[in-house]
């Protein structure tokens, strides 16, 4: 994540406006959790979400990041999006305020996404590692109906 790149201040106004492409329909996501240097293992658990048609904010959506009470209370605070990667710095709750990352990378029937979340502790920042691999799995199940 050392080396990741977010995109700010230099989008052209083409570059600001695209969203990013993902496929509409049932993704499975398993994410991986790292408590920085905590001595507890790696945590992975799976679940699933759906990605509406025309729903910009879809990955955001099955995947959690754009909900501050998943980013332990995390804004987003400069986003760059392009059809195929999202990424934003965040600014996380603390005193003083943590900073963070999102970077989510599309590839047809995959997503992979990496979120760091820093957590000020006295004197340093502790980091909270999220790692997601998401994969298309086709339509989303028809909706419940209320009986």
Same mark, same amino acid.
């Given at each position: 994540?050392?080396?990741?790149?977010?995109?700010?201040?230099?989008l052209?106004?083409? %570059?600001?406006a695209e969203?990013? %492409?993902?496929?509409?329909g049932?993704? %499975?996501?398993?994410?991986?959790?790292?408590?920085g240097a905590m001595?507890? *293992?790696?945590?992975?658990?799976r &679940?699933?979400?759906?990605?509406?048609?025309?729903?910009?904010?879809g990955?955001?959506?099955?995947?959690? &990041?754009?909900?501050?009470?998943?980013?332990?209370?995390?804004?987003?605070?400069?986003?760059?999006?392009?059809?195929?990667? &999202?990424q934003?710095?965040?600014?996380? %709750?603390? !005193?003083? *305020?943590?900073?963070?990352?999102?970077?989510?990378?599309v590839?047809?029937?995959?997503?992979?996404? !990496?979120?760091?979340v820093? !957590?000020?502790?006295?004197?340093?920042?502790?980091?909270?590692s999220?790692?997601?691999?998401?994969?298309?799995l086709?339509?989303? *199940?028809?909706? !419940?109906?209320?009986?």
């Amino acid at each position: 994540m050392a080396g990741m790149v977010l995109l700010a201040g230099g989008l052209t106004a083409a %570059q600001a406006a695209e969203t990013l %492409q993902v496929k509409p329909g049932l993704w %499975q996501v398993d994410r991986t959790m790292e408590l920085g240097a905590m001595p507890f *293992p790696p945590k992975t658990v799976r &679940y699933h979400g759906c990605i509406k048609p025309g729903d910009p904010d879809g990955v955001l959506a099955i995947t959690g &990041y754009g909900r501050p009470d998943v980013t332990n209370g995390c804004k987003i605070i400069d986003k760059a999006i392009t059809t195929n990667s &999202y990424q934003a710095k965040l600014l996380c %709750q603390g !005193e003083p *305020p943590g900073p963070g990352v999102i970077d989510i990378k599309v590839s047809g029937d995959s997503l992979v996404s !990496e979120v760091l979340v820093g !957590e000020r502790i006295p004197g340093s920042t502790r980091w909270i590692s999220f790692k997601d691999e998401s994969k298309y799995l086709g339509a989303c *199940p028809p909706p !419940e109906k209320a009986s």
